[in-house]
């Protein structure tokens, strides 16, 4: 081989592996924009190409978010002309569009006493979360102990579930007007001595005005059943329960939490309560929870406009204290961490809008609002990827192909069979008990040792979408397998046993049933179909639970194996 063929194989192979080696380091293949008040959304690759773009007639240009779902239909929110309510951030409508750009929703909430602004979040089930200013007059104020006699723009949270190509059911709601508390008369309803021993509830005299709250980000965990939302005036983070009814969520009761629509938890200003401790958020967007498969899962994760300085944002992360479905708080004290725990300082600064979006692999998406600049980030901070768009963007968010061509699978049912969870088909699945993962739950059965709520993850076909199940309220059955008189037809044998079971199957008559075995934590630890012989001399000594499903009943019963 010639030394100058050497050299340009050399070469080549030297271009390849870098290629290779740089695009390692990327996450995903399209990131998604839109730019403020503009008439297209687009999807562009990693090389700023565009993959897709989608079209908007001139009364329909880009408000604030911008989602794209599973499959590619995108949801957006629209600048709308003609609101009763201005000021930054104002949509008054949002729109679906499937990916070739056909208009499949168009939902307006705009009236002269409410209106949606700023963020939406699209849920797996469809629905959409949306926030909206909600007027309170300068009477209604001074009844809930306001000092200042002035109207007020409160916010409610409402979820919309789609009837129509233009229509939508209120499904469910929250109000903040519901969740208030002041120190100033006694005699108004919601009066306390102390504000601090009352951080579920918003003070109405804390830097009260017009609009007073201006919510800006919002999302949805599925697997606590909770939202969070940003607050740019008050400069916090708050989260509150979405299991309740809406009745709960007018209310200091119900729900997982057992609080109703009070606040859960909060971050960033906790001189709103009169609790000790340094503002940490200075105008704020963003806030969300980072997902699962993503490190540090279950952050709160938010944009803090002038985190680092006047001059410079950051994206920060917390820990919060998470308890079950509540957050521990000190009586008396500010919720924890009195600070962030990780903070990317930003490439520069927005002075309002940004977002980020946290990785797979552990890199960062951030868009900085005002300049237009989208950037990704490795762990180590140096940036590996850069888009500037003209104008200013809200929000940017990465996706990968397989997300992008493949629809979500359907929302997947749980059903209590005895004392036994089975879902419906899928290929993967997840068990969790009161939002948190059970390790090895993996089955499509599983078996309870305790009371609670509980749920299933499963994905797709193709490993690309994950789909949550609604909640389950699980009980121990009070009349157990007795119910279909089974349990004294089905001979499981003998118990105890030093390893091998012998099931008696003649009731099934010859049709088919599936067995489960369990160990005392609930896990399967093996699985089989129309045997009649079990073998478990592999497993420890202790108590196991044999669950037979057929189309004659279920019968459980719990086995002793002494070897």
């Known amino acids: 081989m010639s030394k100058l063929i050497y050299t340009k194989l050399s070469v080549i192979a030297f271009l390849l592996l870098f290629t290779q080696y740089s695009n390692a380091q990327q996450w995903g293949n399209y990131t998604l924009y839109s730019v403020s008040n503009s008439t297209a959304a687009y999807l562009i690759d990693t090389n700023s190409t565009v993959y897709n773009t989608w079209t908007f007639g001139s009364s329909a240009r880009t408000g604030y978010s911008s989602y794209l779902l599973p499959g590619g239909d995108l949801v957006r929110t629209v600048s709308r002309s003609g609101n009763s309510f201005n000021g930054g951030g104002m949509t008054g409508q949002f729109q679906k569009y499937d990916f070739a750009g056909n208009l499949t929703w168009d939902f307006v909430y705009s009236t002269s006493t409410y209106c949606m602004h700023h963020d939406i979040c699209p849920l797996p089930n469809g629905n959409v979360l949306l926030i909206a200013y909600e007027s309170k007059t300068a009477a209604e104020a001074t009844a809930a102990g306001s000092s200042s006699n002035i109207i007020i723009w409160s916010e409610k949270i409402v979820e919309v579930q789609q009837t129509g190509p233009t229509t939508g059911n209120i499904v469910w709601e929250w109000h903040l007007w519901d969740h208030l508390v002041q120190d100033v008369d006694p005699a108004k309803a919601n009066y306390q001595t102390s504000i601090v021993d009352h951080p579920e509830l918003l003070n109405i005299n804390y830097q009260t005005q017009r609009d007073w709250i201006h919510m800006n980000g919002i999302d949805y965990n599925p697997m606590l059943n909770q939202i969070v939302v940003s607050s740019h005036n008050l400069d916090q983070w708050f989260v509150i329960d979405?299991?309740?009814?809406?009745?709960?969520?007018?209310?200091?009761?119900?729900?997982?939490?057992?609080?109703?629509?009070?606040?859960?938890?909060?971050?960033?200003?906790?001189?709103?309560?009169?609790?000790?401790?340094?503002?940490?958020?200075?105008?704020?967007?963003?806030?969300?929870?980072?997902?699962?498969?993503?490190?540090?899962?279950?952050?709160?994760?938010?944009?803090?406009?002038?985190?680092?300085?006047?001059?410079?944002?950051?994206?920060?992360?917390?820990?919060?204290?998470?308890?079950?479905?509540?957050?521990?708080?000190?009586?008396?004290?500010?919720?924890?961490?009195?600070?962030?725990?990780?903070?990317?300082?930003?490439?520069?600064?927005?002075?309002?809008?940004?977002?980020?979006?946290?990785?797979?692999?552990?890199?960062?998406?951030?868009?900085?609002?005002?300049?237009?600049?989208?950037?990704?980030?490795?762990?180590?901070?140096?940036?590996?990827?850069?888009?500037?768009?003209?104008?200013?963007?809200?929000?940017?968010?990465?996706?990968?192909?397989?997300?992008?061509?493949?629809?979500?699978?359907?929302?997947?049912?749980?059903?209590?069979?005895?004392?036994?969870?089975?879902?419906?088909?899928?290929?993967?699945?997840?068990?969790?008990?009161?939002?948190?993962?059970?390790?090895?739950?993996?089955?499509?059965?599983?078996?309870?040792?305790?009371?609670?709520?509980?749920?299933?993850?499963?994905?797709?076909?193709?490993?690309?979408?994950?789909?949550?199940?609604?909640?389950?309220?699980?009980?121990?059955?009070?009349?157990?397998?007795?119910?279909?008189?089974?349990?004294?037809?089905?001979?499981?044998?003998?118990?105890?046993?030093?390893?091998?079971?012998?099931?008696?199957?003649?009731?099934?008559?010859?049709?088919?049933?599936?067995?489960?075995?369990?160990?005392?934590?609930?896990?399967?630890?093996?699985?089989?179909?129309?045997?009649?012989e079990l073998d478990l001399s592999a497993f420890e000594n202790g108590v196991y639970f044999i669950t037979i499903i057929s189309e004659t009943g279920t019968v459980s019963k719990k086995i002793s194996l002494i070897r």
Request: with cysteine; hydrophobic share 30%.
């Open 242 to 532: 979405h299991s309740t009814t809406t009745a709960e969520a007018a209310t200091h009761s119900g729900g997982n939490s057992g609080k109703g629509g009070d606040f859960l938890y909060r971050y960033g200003n906790p001189d709103s309560y009169n609790a000790a401790g340094s503002t940490v958020l200075n105008v704020t967007h963003d806030a969300h929870w980072i997902p699962e498969g993503v490190p540090n899962a279950g952050y709160i994760v938010g944009f803090n406009n002038r985190g680092v300085s006047n001059n410079q944002s950051s994206v920060d992360q917390i820990n919060p204290p998470l308890n079950v479905y509540n957050y521990d708080i000190t009586p008396g004290q500010a919720y924890l961490p009195l600070n962030y725990d990780l903070r990317h300082a930003c490439n520069g600064y927005s002075s309002n809008m940004g977002n980020s979006q946290q990785l797979p692999n552990g890199n960062m998406l951030v868009c900085m609002a005002t300049s237009g600049l989208i950037y990704e980030t490795d762990p180590a901070g140096t940036t590996i990827w850069s888009k500037t768009a003209s104008g200013s963007v809200a929000q940017a968010f990465r996706y990968d192909e397989c997300y992008v061509l493949n629809p979500p699978p359907a929302i997947p049912t749980v059903s209590q069979i005895v004392d036994t969870l089975v879902s419906t088909e899928a290929t993967t699945y997840q068990w969790y008990f009161n939002g948190q993962q059970i390790p090895g739950a993996t089955e499509q059965t599983y078996l309870p040792t305790q009371e609670g709520i509980y749920l299933v993850r499963i994905t797709d076909v193709n490993g690309c979408v994950n789909q949550y199940s609604p909640e389950i309220d699980f009980v121990f059955s009070s009349t157990s397998i007795s119910q279909n008189n089974l349990d004294s037809k089905v001979s499981v044998f003998p118990n105890p046993t030093n390893g091998i079971i012998h099931i008696d199957n003649s009731i099934f008559k010859g049709r088919s049933y599936d067995t489960y075995l369990y160990d005392q934590f609930g896990k399967l630890v093996l699985k089989s179909k129309n045997n009649t």
